[in-house]
């Protein structure tokens, strides 16, 4: 991978000497995957290989969607670097929570299970449909596994849709708190479900699906004109969406700039490509240009030291979609690579804890800060593992002849870029 940035290679050389840090040269594939390997290390600690629910020691609240977070990010190691050390473990906890209907609805999470919490299970599926992972014993295809998850969303956005218009709620238990909510981590997660979808299928119900949801989206104001995406708003007592929380977190803005990436991918019109333009734009205003050294940074809650176990993720989010969005959308590239490559360095110099494996919340430069969990490892694993994105394979797409994935038709790339490519139509 290529970079342009001299500033960008200049820090990475002052954080590779900053006393016990962990060493990173951004512009090196070697040492990224060597800090790659050793932040994957320090995730891995929290992982409890008795436990029969396949999730992560964390501490409390115990969230199973982070533990869903946590395994996607593995398996991006995994085809980032060839290291098969967590294959084996990745398949085993999918198997526990992929559920008897193959939907990421387990029993054992009945009661627990939010919209959002299952999408970011079923982002496993997706990624493995993408790149070609294993599926699993007995199991159908990751994209059945993933469409029957889609199907239940379009069932419970029916369901949600007497008010506002339409929306999921963040909750489908009526008896569950947060049942008036509908937030855009998960109308975000649906949007991005069925745009992935149908750039990997080809099939247009798909995209039909992500525009809908768009729409409404914008509509009700959690994605704005000018590309903020803001938590939510509400139905209660018959307030019909009226209101927005304009709360702004990482993961939210990472959720819709993904799945638009797919849309002008598969589309390939310029006003999806606009629509991701924005968004990097605005995740670059917010969440990076805070810190001052243009690193990123979780505004609502790093000043105060207040960042929960899964508030410290959500980097983890907004680093994993920026780089394949740069994959999926050349025009973007340079911008995201940059981004990406001035917060690698910066999580590295804050890898300093505990033999150079814990990281910290904080990456602005000034080392360790204390505070690490495993939404403040896996953000540290995600940015710096991101760098080698254009080492992982083509994102694929489904053969209609065979039933099978293959590599997508690659367009006017690069040649170090080879894996850029657009879903031929």
Not at 252 to 279: C, K, R, S
Not at 389 to 409: G, I, L
Request: aromatic share 12%; glycine share 8%; hydrophobic share 40%.
């Amino acid at each position: 991978m290529k970079t342009s940035s001299s500033t960008i290679a200049a820090a990475a050389v002052a954080f590779a000497q900053a006393g016990s840090a962990l060493q990173l040269a951004t512009t090196d594939i070697n040492s990224v995957k060597a800090a790659a390997k050793t932040v994957s290390k320090g995730l891995y600690v929290f992982h409890n290989a008795a436990a029969t629910t396949g999730q992560f020691n964390q501490p409390q609240p115990w969230f199973w969607w982070l533990s869903g977070s946590g395994w996607t990010g593995l398996m991006d190691y995994t085809v980032y670097t060839n290291d098969t050390t967590y294959k084996a473990d990745i398949l085993s906890a999918l198997a526990k929570n992929v559920g008897p209907k193959y939907d990421f609805v387990p029993p054992e999470q009945a009661g627990w299970e939010a919209n959002d919490d299952q999408a970011y299970w079923v982002y496993n599926a997706l990624t493995a449909m993408e790149y070609g992972f294993d599926t699993l014993p007995g199991a159908p295809t990751w994209d059945v596994i993933a469409t029957n998850a889609f199907n239940l969303y379009a069932q419970r956005w029916q369901i949600d849709s007497t008010t506002c218009g339409g929306g999921l709620k963040w909750q489908y238990n009526p008896q569950a708190n947060g049942w008036t909510y509908k937030n855009a981590v998960t109308n975000g997660a649906f949007f991005q479900t069925a745009a992935r979808l149908a750039r990997y299928t080809g099939d247009q119900k798909y995209a039909d699906w992500a525009t809908k949801i768009w729409d409404w989206s914008r509509s009700v104001g959690l994605v704005s004109a000018d590309y903020h995406v803001y938590d939510g708003t509400s139905d209660d007592k018959g307030a019909n969406c009226s209101s927005v929380n304009h709360d702004e977190w990482s993961y939210n803005i990472a959720t819709y700039l993904h799945g638009a990436a797919h849309m002008a991918n598969f589309t390939d019109d310029p006003v999806w490509e606009q629509h991701v333009q924005g968004f990097v734009n605005t995740a670059a205003q917010v969440f990076f240009t805070p810190a001052k050294t243009g690193v990123m940074f979780e505004q609502k809650c790093e000043p105060t030291h207040s960042c929960t176990t899964d508030q410290t993720s959500f980097k983890a989010s907004l680093s994993r979609w920026l780089g394949k969005t740069a994959v999926l959308v050349p025009s973007v590239r340079t911008t995201i690579m940059n981004l990406l490559a001035k917060s690698a360095a910066g999580a590295a110099q804050s890898c300093a804890g505990n033999g150079n494996s814990t990281c910290g919340v904080s990456w602005s430069g000034t080392g360790f800060d204390g505070q690490s969990d495993f939404g403040v490892e896996l953000s540290a694993l995600e940015t710096i593992q991101s760098l080698l994105v254009f080492q992982a394979p083509p994102f694929a797409v489904k053969n209609p002849k065979d039933d099978k994935a293959t590599p997508a038709t690659n367009i006017a790339v690069p040649a170090t870029h080879s894996n850029c490519a657009r879903r031929s139509r």
